[in-house]
């Protein structure tokens, strides 16, 4: 009677250990890309999908101070740019709102609209450097990385004097590995990246960015936008009345870093927000 007994609860504990090591490899892999990538922080631990990787985030979500959900900043962010029509209109619009927002802007495409750049600035916006030509980092040697941030800075430094412009990178289409993470800071630079995609990129109508961007805040959030989308321009008063409405500031990425813990931008609190 023994040995069966045994048996079954032998085949009870493999069952819950593999259940149990689902759940933390489902929990892994949602912990696998942090918002930013500063310089203090441990580059393989922080994005690496091996499992020793895993593991790490893992802990340190679970050990490090618990989630802040009162800390509702937001970040608004846009990426590419500036262009002739709809950055102006952005502008405008930001304007009106009384929100300042940090642009990731293309050195081409500066050096193309100059006075963009600078009107960006002088609205008192965040310029941070989305390289000089806008390629898929993960592809590039770690010289051609240093080419591209360096370019880059480059030419929004000639036009503005943001010191953001020679802290703060955002790769093109979110694409790194850890050596473009590593090349970008030895030359100086912490890595932006988000809390929340809405996918504005695509064609997607408005009322369909502003749900999913309040289905899926976080608090803190740093908001992954575009600049050059109308429906993006369209939908901006909708998501900042709602979050406005939900106690939360408005903020430059270099502001939220000086009033929030990295470690809660990095495992913000789900604070979904009703439409």
């Not at 709809?86 to 802007?105: G, I």
């Not at 694409?175 to 030895?186: N, P, Q, S, V, Y």
């Not at 890595?191 to 961007?213: F, K, N, Q």
């Not at 575009?226 to 106690?247: E, N």
């Amino acid at each position: 009677m023994r040995r069966p007994l045994l048996l079954v609860v032998a085949l009870a504990i493999v069952i819950a250990a593999g259940v149990f090591g689902v759940h933390l490899y489902k929990k892994s892999t949602v912990l696998g890309e942090p918002t930013l990538v500063t310089r203090s922080v441990d580059i393989h631990r922080a994005t690496s999908h091996a499992l020793d990787a895993r593991v790490g985030r893992l802990l340190d979500d679970r050990t490090r101070p618990g989630r802040n959900a009162a800390a509702k900043y937001i970040a608004l962010t846009f990426d590419d740019g500036p262009y002739p029509v709809d950055t102006p209109l952005l502008l405008d619009t930001l304007a009106d709102m009384h929100v300042a927002a940090t642009f990731f802007l293309i050195g081409r495409d500066a050096a193309a609209w100059p006075d963009l750049t600078r009107r960006i600035e002088a609205a008192g916006h965040e310029i941070g450097n989305h390289t000089m030509t806008h390629p898929n980092m993960d592809r590039l040697s770690v010289d051609g990385v240093e080419r591209e941030l360096r370019d880059g800075a480059n030419v929004l430094s000639a036009l503005a004097r943001d010191p953001a412009i020679t802290t703060m990178f955002r790769p093109p289409h979110g694409r790194f590995t850890e050596e473009t993470l590593g090349a970008a800071r030895a030359a100086g630079y912490d890595t932006i990246l988000w809390t929340d995609d809405p996918g504005d990129w695509r064609s997607v109508p408005p009322a369909e960015i502003a749900d999913h961007i309040l289905r899926h805040a976080t608090s803190p959030e740093v908001l992954l936008l575009h600049s050059g989308r109308g429906g993006t321009i369209a939908m901006l008063s909708t998501i900042v009345d709602r979050f406005r409405k939900a106690g939360y500031i408005f903020v430059t990425v270099g502001q939220l870093e000086a009033h929030v813990h990295l470690a809660d931008v990095n495992f913000p609190a789900k604070t979904p927000l009703a439409p």
